[in-house]
């Protein structure tokens, strides 16, 4: 009987030093409060902190085209898509074929919404 209540005096102390261990060392971490997710945007120009002239004229048409199409979310698919259709109109081809074009590369947008972008890009895109 002595055996069995050093036994468990024994294990009760073993679990109160793990208890005190655990609430000093891991507890602060895990009772803080979560930390807000930060709203600053993540500068991509390098170095200056200004923004080349590229850069400007990517991040305009961007806001524009979400105004014409919100649905359009990928950054790269899309820029890639607006200097290639500025392409087409340096190449020369008609009003037409440009915006048949468009209408392939952004996805989902109907021909008057097409017909928009390629504006929006002809606002930037020299002859």
């Given at each position: 009987?002595?055996?069995?209540?050093?036994?468990?005096?024994?294990?009760?102390?073993?679990?109160?030093?793990?208890?005190?261990?655990?609430?000093?060392?891991?507890?602060?971490?895990?009772?803080?409060?979560?930390q807000?997710?930060?709203?600053?945007?993540?500068?991509?120009?390098?170095?200056?902190?200004?923004?080349?002239?590229?850069?400007?004229?990517?991040?305009?048409?961007?806001?524009?085209?979400?105004?014409?199409?919100?649905?359009?979310?990928?950054?790269?698919?899309?820029?890639?898509?607006?200097?290639?259709?500025?392409?087409?109109?340096?190449?020369?081809?008609?009003?037409?074929?440009?915006?048949?074009?468009?209408?392939?590369?952004?996805?989902?947008?109907?021909?008057?919404?097409?017909?928009?972008?390629?504006a929006e890009?002809?606002?930037?895109?020299?002859?």
């Amino acid at each position: 009987m002595l055996l069995i209540l050093l036994v468990a005096v024994g294990g009760l102390a073993v679990l109160a030093v793990v208890g005190v261990l655990l609430v000093n060392v891991v507890g602060p971490r895990l009772l803080a409060p979560p930390q807000p997710p930060s709203l600053a945007l993540p500068q991509k120009s390098q170095g200056t902190g200004t923004t080349t002239p590229e850069e400007q004229r990517k991040k305009d048409f961007l806001f524009r085209l979400a105004t014409i199409a919100p649905w359009l979310l990928d950054e790269d698919i899309n820029w890639s898509a607006a200097t290639r259709t500025c392409t087409d109109i340096k190449q020369g081809k008609s009003e037409q074929e440009v915006i048949e074009a468009a209408q392939e590369r952004f996805t989902d947008v109907d021909a008057e919404q097409a017909k928009k972008i390629v504006a929006e890009i002809r606002t930037w895109c020299g002859p």
